[in-house]
C-alpha cells in the first residue's frame, strides 16, 4: 500500500531532550516536506527537500533541522525542544516535476513538550 | 507574498442541503489549487484539484469546486450535504513560477459540521 509513514503517533517529551520524528515514503516521491498543525493558524511548513541532499527552510523553520540522506526518509530532528513547538506535526511527499500531483500525508505526530 | 485565505472557521449545514466552503488566494502568476480535508486523528486527504481547463472540477465523495480567476477563489461545493462530511476542510494553492516554486501554501481550514 502506497503511503506516508510517521513515528511515533504521539510523543511527550521534556524541554532541551533531544528527538527525532521519523518519515518514509513507499511511493518513490523526489519531494518530501514537513509542517506543523495549529489551532487557528492552518498547516506551516517547516522544511522540506525536493531530492535526496537537497532541502530548504519553509515558513518556520527555527529550532528544527532535517536530513535526506535516502530518497524515502526524511526525519525531522528537534535538538533542543521547547513549550512551543507543541503541536500537531505531519509529513508529506509527492512527485515534484509533476506540480499538478497532489501530497500525500501521514497520519500525524502529535508531540507535547513539557 | 502568496497567501491562501478560508473567510469562515466554521460552516454548519443541515443534512440534505447544499454546501459551501469558501477560498480565495493572491498569488503571482497561474496556480494550481487544491481542496483537502482531514478527519479527527487523521492526516490530510486530496479531494480534488484544479490545473487548467474547465472551471469546474469534481472530487472525490461527491465535492466539487469552481475555479473563478477574476475573483481569485475556489470554493468548495456539494450540492446535498452528508453527516460523514463533517470534517476540517484546506484549501492549498501551489505556486509554479518564481522564487517559490513548488511550494503549497495552506488557507487555515474551515470546520464543517453538517447535522443531521
Known amino acids: 500500500e502506497a503511503q506516508v509513514t510517521q513515528n511515533p503517533r504521539y510523543l511527550i517529551t521534556v524541554t532541551g531532550k533531544k528527538l527525532t520524528v521519523t518519515c518514509s515514503q513507499n511511493m518513490n516521491h523526489e519531494y518530501m516536506s514537513w509542517y506543523r498543525q495549529d489551532p487557528g493558524l492552518g498547516l506551516r511548513q517547516i522544511y522540506y527537500s525536493m531530492n535526496v541532499e537537497v532541502t530548504d527552510k519553509g515558513d518556520v523553520p527555527e529550532g528544527y533541522k532535517v536530513s535526506r540522506k535516502e530518497k524515502r526518509n526524511f526525519p525531522l530532528i528537534l535538538e533542543s525542544p521547547s513549550p512551543n513547538q507543541t503541536s500537531l506535526y505531519f509529513c508529506?511527499?509527492?512527485?515534484?516535476?509533476?506540480?499538478?500531483?497532489?501530497?500525500?500525508f501521514g497520519n500525524g505526530t502529535r508531540l507535547t513538550v513539557t | 507574498a502568496q497567501s491562501v485565505a478560508q473567510p469562515e472557521d466554521q460552516v454548519n449545514v443541515a443534512e440534505g442541503n447544499p454546501l459551501t466552503v469558501k477560498c480565495t488566494y493572491s498569488v503571482s502568476g497561474n496556480p494550481y489549487l487544491f481542496w483537502y480535508v482531514q478527519y479527527p486523528n487523521r492526516g490530510l486527504q486530496f479531494l480534488l484539484k484544479?490545473?487548467?481547463?474547465?472551471?469546474l472540477v469534481k472530487g472525490s465523495y461527491g465535492f466539487e469546486a469552481e475555479f473563478n480567476k477574476s475573483q481569485t477563489s475556489f470554493h468548495l461545493k456539494k450540492p446535498s450535504a452528508l453527516v460523514s462530511d463533517s470534517a476540517l476542510y484546506f484549501c492549498a494553492v501551489r505556486d509554479i513560477g518564481g522564487s517559490t516554486l513548488g511550494r503549497l501554501y495552506f488557507g487555515r481550514g474551515t470546520q464543517l459540521t453538517v447535522w443531521p
Open positions: 484544479y490545473i487548467t481547463g474547465d472551471n
Open positions: 508529506a511527499s509527492s512527485p515534484p516535476l509533476s506540480y499538478n500531483s497532489p501530497l500525500h
